[in-house]
């Protein structure tokens, strides 16, 4: 496999991409700062970062299904807006269509693109049987497990011969040994030359996964999505997750991704933590309190204080499942980041000693001092005189800084938190929510 070599044109390259959305006061939620990415033939490329980072945005302005705000997508030299790219991106949700079989499926994007029925119908068994789905030809969607849907969804991409295949967490829906053999066959479709595709680009946030199949890999840091870090991968394939230079690389990359929140590490005049701060928003993982009590009583027993790696191997958890449960307790100042080790505060080492009601009370007094929607809801709630408001009034503020979706996961987070604090109680059936007195 050839790594970046001067001289070697790219097939895609971006300049300065940058995604932002307009807000109605004038200002603007930055969700990608300034990033410029080469695809180079002959390598796959894997786009690792925490969750909601930014990592589809980013496949999307790159294959150009989606306008960037500002920046150029290069197609072999050209405009993306003045080319039609050859390519076909694989979803995790696989996205195929339920009342069509699986040779309809995968025939659909050559229908689409006008070829004829003969040729197209030839073509689809043909990467129908690579894929090893012969035999399933004129099943449904329904009728299939997991990963044969997803054999549906490379087939599908495949089979217009795209010049660079996108591949958007294609294996996280999937089971963990699923997962690994359609990695495999992956593997052996590229590596056996049996496509003709001449880059891959995966969208991943799992480490293992970046290190098992990248020549490249290219660490997202967030808020907003910027380069952190790149890796060239120099090992042979078939790659083993023992060998002592995958797990150094796996070490490294973990750390690239748990320090960079923490280090401050962001562009000047981008940092949209800083923007929604200062109008006083702070973006809450999406995480149970519960799991963070787990996660410091933990730490409690190691004296408090363990490299997380070693943490998550102990827990048999995907290193980066830790990181919101982590990034909560920082956030709450339970705990802090020293070069990969995560070491207990005071408040923290307080809380995990603690019996469940002063736990309550930390939390509560740390939420309170931390995380400006407490106090405003606090007030909001002191305010009127039977301490009620429907929690949609809360979920309109933050619909001004967030995405619907992620306003209404802010808004259940939110919930689920201050009634582990006992900051308010929530009313499902009414959708209400009453501040407790103290
Ligand atoms: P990833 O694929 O890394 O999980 P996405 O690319 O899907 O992340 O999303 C990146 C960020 O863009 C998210 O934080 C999301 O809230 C934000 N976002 C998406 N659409 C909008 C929008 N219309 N307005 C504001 N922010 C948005
Ligand atoms: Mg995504």
């Known amino acids: 496999m050839s790594t970046t070599t001067p001289g070697v044109e790219p097939i895609i390259a971006a300049k300065d991409l940058e995604k932002f959305y307009p807000q109605p006061d004038g200002s603007r939620i930055q969700v990608i700062a300034p990033t410029s990415i080469e695809i180079y033939p002959g390598q796959i490329i894997a786009l690792l970062g925490p969750s909601g980072c930014g990592k589809s945005t980013m496949l999307r302005m790159l294959t ?18 003045d080319e039609s790219p050859n390519v076909s991106i694989v979803f995790q949700s696989f996205a195929l269509f339920p009342w069509l079989t699986v040779l309809e499926n995968v025939e659909a994007p050559l229908e689409a693109r006008g070829v004829a029925v003969m040729e197209r119908h030839k073509r689809a068994l043909r990467i129908i049987d690579s894929v090893g ?90 808020n907003p999505a910027h380069i952190h870090a790149e890796f060239n991968v120099n090992m042979g394939h078939p790659r083993d997750h023992k060998d002592p230079r995958f797990t150094e690389l796996v070490d490294l990359i973990y750390k690239a991704l748990t320090l960079q929140e923490h280090t401050g590490h962001v562009p000047a005049g981008h940092d949209e933590t800083e923007e929604r701060r200062k109008r006083g928003i702070v973006m809450l993982p999406h995480t149970r309190p519960g799991g963070m009590a787990g996660l410091l009583e933990i730490l409690d027993d190691h004296e408090g204080r363990a490299d997380l790696h070693v943490l998550a191997d102990e827990l048999s958890l995907e ?120």
Do not use: C
Not at 168 to 197: H, N, Q, Y
């Open 319 to 438: 290193v980066d499942a830790l990181l919101p449960t982590v990034d909560t307790a920082m956030l709450l100042g339970l705990l802090k980041l020293e070069e990969g080790d995560a070491i207990l505060t005071d408040d923290g080492k307080a809380f995990a000693q603690g019996d469940i009601q002063e736990r309550k009370a930390i939390f509560r007094k740390a939420a309170l001092a931390n995380i400006p929607l407490f106090r405003q809801m606090e007030q909001a709630l002191r305010s009127k005189s039977n301490r009620t408001l429907p929690a949609e009034f809360f979920q309109d503020l933050l619909d001004e800084h967030f995405s619907e979706d992620e306003a209404q996961r802010q808004m259940e987070t939110a919930i689920q938190w201050g009634r582990y604090a006992e900051l308010f109680d929530y009313d499902a059936a009414t959708g209400k929510l009453t501040l407790t007195e103290t």
């Open 64 to 81: 150009g299904l989606s306008p960037t705000s500002a920046g150029m997508v290069y197609w072999h030299g050209q405009p993306v807006r």
């Open 133 to 222: 789905l012969d035999g399933f030809e004129s099943a449904y969607p329904k009728e299939l497990s997991g990963g044969m849907k997803q054999r549906v969804g490379v087939a599908r991409a495949l089979v217009v011969e795209p010049e660079v295949l996108f591949m958007d967490e294609p294996f996280s829906a999937l089971d963990v040994l699923t997962a690994e053999t359609l990695r495999g066959e992956l593997m052996e479709l590229w590596l056996g030359k049996k496509i003709t595709t001449r880059a891959i680009f995966i969208v991943t946030h799992n480490i293992e996964e970046a290190v098992i199949l990248a020549d490249r890999i290219i660490v997202l840091g967030r």
